[in-house]
């Protein structure tokens, strides 16, 4: 489904007269962009009230959904306008290259009317949030069910909107659903324009609201190319789903439209009894860090309209403000996640008297193992959307012991960091409270997933090059000097080919996680005002989003295989996103 507008007229378009009927408005954040405003803190909060569960508790798959699915969109069951499912009678079904039918999910994107975000109700009162409700809640929560997905194993999620369609306050009640960065078809990674209202237009069998059909063939990038269901060396491990809808991604992700996807197969098992033998089941465990700020009464608050963003003073850790997670004595993986939509973090794990700091090994950077772990990790810097999986061997502390995950990191404006400044700030209580029931037989193994050899120079060299450049741009947020056009194509790379991009931040007052759709990128190359630096050792593997520090340039490579159709690159600065730091590109 295209933007509901005409080809003349864009969402964008349609908030900027808006935006211009109200002058007075657009002066007052002329000034904001130029000088941010002080805001007044967040209320304090009473910290270590709110438990996290002692496991992660995974969405349950349906046998079937009602309508049925149908390979072209389901106009008349209630589903919104889409193209025909690509390719899903070769990923799926008896004979397909899986050889198996889809597995269903149902989420239901609605508003939960008193999310607790922090257990003092004298500051911070139940208060209404937007989330997903799965087959297991009994209301909508944040972050969303995690949907757990093996490779070979196709999955037809179907997501409802059933949001309040005449809400007060910010965001907007129009929903399109990415995952990222899963090897999808283009009709399923929630383009930007392919939104949907809660209410559907015309005759609908379901009573229950609109919906669309997104296909996961969970097939490895590369089957064109590899035969059966693609090379293995492209498979990812963690994965997140957020709202990605034109012009408001920042307030309907803020307001709490983000959830985890993880997908395991015969090397990264999840299991601990095959493949690599990680930590697994209750011990692999999902931490999605975001930033929010609240007004005097303890209201979630943010200012859509101002393309500074809004910096939040307060960290979520699964959605809860300083919550007690309690671990038992043996190792952890924890998924890390950086939620946005704004804040960096450098997380590092302290003792009781924030005068230590233990090392942890770090396995895999935005969702794809390392090659090989980095043992003796005393930190991790991640920037809004980047993931990191690591292992934390709880073993080696006694009974009663506790810990904190910090973040080190300094940031006192939406633009980019500032240094890090110890002890940091506290973000989740650990408790060592137990021993574990069975022996740990969990592990760390040497090697972890391999990469795909590099092209060789000669062939490097003779592929196509395309240029970047992110920057400010009259108040606005650029690509190529040019502001976001949901019809407007900036790259049309053909099937099966493979291209260099070079991503370019000419300023030195911002940083721009940029995020590429579709496919995983190798990088290739960094340099800082033209003269060469190393790339970190964490970002040697496969990477989707590729922080642009100040003045700098970054050479990716990138392949395009299997899919066709509409994709986006955009900073995952969301409020740079919204404010048309994006580009449409299409694999021909």
Sequence with gaps: MEPESSPGVTRRAVLKASLAAAPLVLTARKTEAQLPPVLPPSPPTTPWVEELPLQDTPATALDTLDPAPTLPANILGGEIGRVEHQRYFECCGPGSRTGKDAVFHKLIVKENPAWRFNGDNAYYPPQPIWGYQGTNNSDAVTPGPTIHARYGQPVLCRIYNQLPQFHTGFGSPEITTHLHNLHTPSESDGFTGDYYSPSKKGPTLTGVGAFHDHFYPNMYAGFDEMGGIGDPREALGTLWYHDHTEGVTAPNVLKGLVGRYNIYDDLDSGSEQSGLKLPSGAYDYPLTFADRRFDVNGQLTFDQLNPEGVLGDKILCNGKIEPVLKVARRKYRFRLLNGGPTRFYEIALQNRSANGIYPFTYIANDGNLLPNPLPYQTSIRFAPAERADIVIDFAKFPLGTELYLVNLLLQTSTRQPDRTLAPGTRVLKLVVDRNPPEPDTSMVPGTLRPLRPLPGASELAGLPVR??????????????????????????????????????????????????????????????????????????????????????????????????????????????????????????
């Excluded at 931040?505 to 190393?534: C, T």
């Excluded at 496969?542 to 899919?563: E, N, S």
């Design 467 to 588: 240029r970047f450049v992110f920057a400010r741009s009259g108040g606005m947020w650029s690509v190529n000097g040019g502001f976001f056009n949901v019809f407007q194509v900036s790259a049309a790379p053909r099937k099966g080919s493979a291209e260099i991009w070079e991503l370019v931040n000419p300023d030195n007052g911002w940083q721009h996680p940029i995020h590429i759709h579709f496919e995983e990128g190798i990088i290739l190359g960094k340099s800082v005002g033209g003269v060469p630096v190393a790339i970190p050792p964490h970002e040697r593997g496969r990477k989707d989003v590729y922080v642009l520090g100040p003045a700098m340039t970054v050479r990716v490579l990138l392949r395009f295989r299997d899919f066709m159709g509409k994709y986006m690159m955009h900073c995952h600065n969301l409020t740079h996103e919204d404010h048309a730091m994006m580009v449409r590109w299409d694999i021909v």
